[in-house]
């Protein structure tokens, strides 16, 4: 049947709206698809940046934690470290002194040993009523210094160091040191100063005079550490008259209480009791250096066991595991030397709950 007019415009138009009808599907199909692509990319990156994001906070918080934790270790090893080396030079340093072969060594060995701790050291020995420079560190004048003596009732800041046998912090000035010792000590930028008592409270056989900057609990360790040549000459040298109060132990000689007879002992226990008392030395000397506060509170509420309570109890176990069961002469030196520096040879100062002695 041939086509009519009317069926080929029909037909055409069919054909037209079929055509356009395809175009606007695909125009709707390439907007979805664009739509849909763009979304799809800005969720994405979103996703992508809030990611990244998160684990860049983590690898950051992380990396600050290994580097706060390295800087920590790093500080700490440091720190042992310098306390280490500090604990070595103070132990050498009152090797020196106790090792002295004579009073000149133990002066200038003193001197020595507080050198690194204050910007002035001055030692003094006492003879009667007048206290003679031995050996001095850090003055201009301090080569000229030594062989000077003055009289102990013009500088009442000395005076008081030796009666009280308590460290004195004065002025520098004529009142308190008098002339003759500011003027052989020379200028100084120094107001305030510090003297240390070589001794107890039963004998003072010197002092150690020190000008700002200064460690005080350094040179007070140290000063503590010097009474074992101190004190033992203090009763000689009432016998003799008022000589020298100082004389000093050698290695050969070191001190041995009544028990055990020193004389009676063998090569081998001499030198076992000569490394304990330097373990229970080192030992109080540990504590007195690292808590000096701690010592000072303990003292003053007449418990330094119970404040100490926790460095005492490991140092009787170290010396007891060390030491105790070494010999049947072996004697608890850890005792001693508690007694003796860190309670200032008062026992009551160590407190009711202190165990005493190691069985």
């Known amino acids: 049947m041939e086509p009519t ?3 080929t415009a029909i037909q055409d138009a069919r054909d037209t709206a079929r055509d356009q009808l395809a175009a606007v599907w695909q125009l709707q199909v390439e907007r979805i698809q664009e739509e849909l692509a763009g979304g799809w990319k800005q969720q994405i990156e979103k996703v992508f940046e809030d990611r990244f994001s998160e684990l860049g906070a983590q690898l950051e918080g992380a990396y600050r934690r290994t580097l706060a934790e390295q800087v920590e ?19 050498q340093a009152l090797r020196r002194m106790h090792n002295a072969q004579e009073p000149a060594g133990f002066w200038r060995a003193l001197a020595g040993a507080c050198e690194p701790h204050a ?16 050996a001095a560190r850090g003055f201009e004048n301090a080569d ?27 002025v520098r000035s004529a009142g308190e040191l008098s002339e003759p010792l500011i003027e052989a000590l020379g200028e100084s930028g120094s107001e305030k100063v510090y003297i240390f008592p ?3 409270r039963r004998a003072a056989g010197g002092v150690i005079y020190v000008e700002q900057p200064v460690e005080v609990s350094a040179i007070e360790l140290i000063s503590n550490a010097a009474l074992a040549p101190a004190t033992a000459a203090a009763g000689a040298s009432a016998a003799s008259g008022g000589a020298d109060l100082i004389r000093i132990t050698t290695s050969d000689a070191p001190v041995i ?4 007879d020193w004389a009676a002992l063998s090569a081998a226990d001499r030198e076992l009791h000569m490394r304990a008392q330097r373990l229970a030395r080192v030992q109080v000397a540990e504590i007195r250096l690292y808590k000096a506060q701690a010592v000072k509170k303990g003292r003053m ?35 001693q030397e508690l007694v003796r520096t860190l309670a200032n040879d008062d026992p009551a100062l160590m407190g009711p709950t202190y165990p005493g002695p190691l069985a």
């Open 5 to 7: 007019p009317l069926s």
């Open 301 to 335: 509420e007449r418990r330094l066991f119970d404040v100490l309570h926790s460095e005492i109890e490991l140092a009787r176990a170290n010396f007891r595991r060390q030491y105790m069961t070494s010999t049947p002469t072996m004697v608890d030196y850890l005792h």
């Open 73 to 91: 270790a790093g500080i700490e090893a440091r720190s042992k470290e310098a306390r280490r080396q500090q604990v070595e030079t103070l132990n």
């Open 198 to 200: 070589i001794g107890n």
């Open 144 to 170: 000229r210094m030594p062989g000077k003596e003055f009289a102990i009732a013009l500088a009442a800041a000395i005076d008081s160091a030796i009666t009280t046998s308590e460290v004195t912090i004065a």
């Open 119 to 134: 910007a002035r050291v001055a030692v003094f020995s006492v003879h009667g009523q007048r206290f003679r420079c031995e």
């Open 257 to 260: 209480p009544a028990n055990p």
